[in-house]
């Protein structure tokens, strides 16, 4: 009898999956039988090494994975995919999973002494429009093109920084709590369409996303010494947890927010 992937002939849509969660993700679910397009935006250099990577990844696995070095918040490249994605696979519906990698953000601080290089109402737009309500606009074009599947999965990443005080991450931190905000709606207002919606909030991890935050050395530190289980979490952590969501015993799991992290927001 020959075994068959659990997702074999369906698709996930990677949105910012160069580095970090979203690459972790691909890979655990190209070894899993699903296809996957990957949309980013890197140098060509940066470009032609993850090409490279995800065809070997493709051979490995006999799956088709897709990279788009592309602005996946900008409308029209977003429709142009959709368009160029909905007519390559025929109209069906094949997407099981819409997965929100996306980092993006303005790292300012709300106030200095001078006034100058503080947060702007252009900081705050970019910032949440990248890192939250972008998913409202893909969701929104994936149905209406019909392309998910029956009990399709949409899945975003929130951090612990939208409930505590990190040095300059106020735009990041208002723009997470505005997608944990979204998802509850959305987790009710697509229902009817068969989706199941829902955010982790991974533990702190070493992702080129972090190094960029003021103090993450700190951020790392504390992480390490304080988690339960005597470690941090490691972006493999966070892509089986995508992987578990994914599955068919996940379908009742619906606007949920799933810790990934060890136990770390325990303490």
């Not at 039988?33 to 140098?43: C, F, H, Q, S």
């Not at 949440?128 to 990443?157: C, K, N, Q």
């Not at 790392?220 to 015993?249: F, Q, S, W």
Request: with cysteine; net charge negative.
């Amino acid at each position: 009898m020959t075994y068959q992937q659990p997702f074999t002939d369906e698709w996930g849509i990677i949105l910012g999956g160069s580095s970090g969660f979203g690459l972790a993700t691909l890979e655990k679910l190209a070894a899993s039988g699903m296809n996957v397009a990957v949309l980013y935006r890197e140098t060509a250099a940066a470009d032609r090494k993850i090409r490279e990577k995800l065809d070997k990844l493709s051979t490995e696995h006999q799956v088709e994975l897709l990279p788009y070095n592309t602005n996946a918040l900008d409308e029209e490249s977003r429709r142009g995919f959709i368009r160029t994605f909905a007519a390559e696979r025929g109209g069906r519906a094949v997407v099981r999973l819409l997965l929100h990698s996306i980092a993006r953000g303005n790292l300012k601080p709300l106030v200095t002494g001078d006034g100058e290089n503080v947060l702007s109402h252009e900081d705050l737009a970019v910032t949440t429009y990248a890192m939250s309500t972008s998913l409202l606009d893909w969701t929104r074009d994936l149905v209406h093109e019909g392309l998910f599947v029956p009990e399709g999965r949409v899945i975003g990443l929130t951090s612990g920084g939208a409930h505590r005080y990190w040095d300059g991450y106020g735009a990041v931190s208002m723009a997470k709590s505005s997608l944990e905000s979204l998802s509850i709606y959305m987790a009710v207002e697509f229902a009817k369409y068969g989706l199941r919606t829902n955010l982790i909030q991974a533990g702190i991890t070493a992702t080129p996303s972090l190094e960029r935050i003021p103090g993450s050395e700190q951020l790392l530190e504390h992480a390490a010494r304080r988690n339960p289980l005597g470690r941090m979490t490691g972006t493999a952590d966070v892509a089986n947890a995508i992987y578990l969501l994914c599955t068919k015993e996940a379908a009742w799991i619906n606007g949920a927010l799933l810790h990934v992290d060890g136990g770390e927001h325990c303490l």
